[in-house]
């Protein structure tokens, strides 16, 4: 559930919560939770990877356009190009395609817990063990998840593959 941003680290989300008993409907609960907020991060997500790709590809079509239009003024196209290089950095500090696809495949993953929860479907047949069975479900899914996200935040190689980048 974690993205780049520390509003939305998981211990701040509202799924997380901390002495939540464990009773009849509390799983469901807790996997409505953790729908809830793949859903909405997926699509803050998406929103943020398109509306950087819509910039980026204006702010670089411009580039040309304000060199021939103010050909005696370079300071335009320079900025337009720093532009560019900022937004394609924040493209990759913030992972949004990324993000958009891994609390895709997370939601998708908790509706399917869901579903079969509801229909009484193996592992959720017996009625003494289903609760149990869909928290430590959702709970799989989440820490699958966040186990990417420490991965692409992770220290990488270089492009010779001597040092770690921060």
């Given at each position: 559930m974690a993205q780049d941003s520390s509003a939305d680290e998981p211990t701040t989300t509202p799924r997380s919560g901390g002495s939540a008993e464990a009773g009849p409907g509390y799983a469901m609960s807790l996997?409505?939770?953790?729908?809830?907020w793949y859903q909405g991060a997926a699509g803050r997500?998406?929103?943020?990877f398109r509306l950087s790709e819509t910039l980026l590809l204006l702010v670089s079509a411009a580039i040309p356009v304000s060199a021939v239009l103010w050909s005696k003024?370079?300071?335009i196209p320079a900025v337009?190009?720093?532009?560019?290089?900022v937004i394609t950095g924040l493209r990759s500090v913030f992972h949004w395609q990324d993000d958009?696809?891994?609390?895709?495949?997370?939601?998708?993953?908790?509706?399917a817990e869901r579903r079969l929860y509801n229909t009484g479907t193996e592992p959720y047949a017996d009625p003494r063990t289903r609760d149990q069975a869909l928290?430590?479900?959702v709970t799989r899914?989440?820490?699958?998840?966040?186990g990417t996200w420490v991965q692409l935040a992770g220290p990488?190689?270089?492009?010779?593959?001597?040092?770690?980048?921060p």
């Amino acid at each position: 559930m974690a993205q780049d941003s520390s509003a939305d680290e998981p211990t701040t989300t509202p799924r997380s919560g901390g002495s939540a008993e464990a009773g009849p409907g509390y799983a469901m609960s807790l996997a409505n939770r953790s729908y809830d907020w793949y859903q909405g991060a997926a699509g803050r997500a998406r929103r943020n990877f398109r509306l950087s790709e819509t910039l980026l590809l204006l702010v670089s079509a411009a580039i040309p356009v304000s060199a021939v239009l103010w050909s005696k003024n370079a300071e335009i196209p320079a900025v337009l190009g720093g532009i560019v290089v900022v937004i394609t950095g924040l493209r990759s500090v913030f992972h949004w395609q990324d993000d958009y696809l891994r609390f895709t495949e997370a939601r998708e993953a908790v509706e399917a817990e869901r579903r079969l929860y509801n229909t009484g479907t193996e592992p959720y047949a017996d009625p003494r063990t289903r609760d149990q069975a869909l928290a430590a479900a959702v709970t799989r899914i989440e820490q699958r998840e966040m186990g990417t996200w420490v991965q692409l935040a992770g220290p990488r190689a270089d492009p010779t593959g001597t040092n770690v980048l921060p």
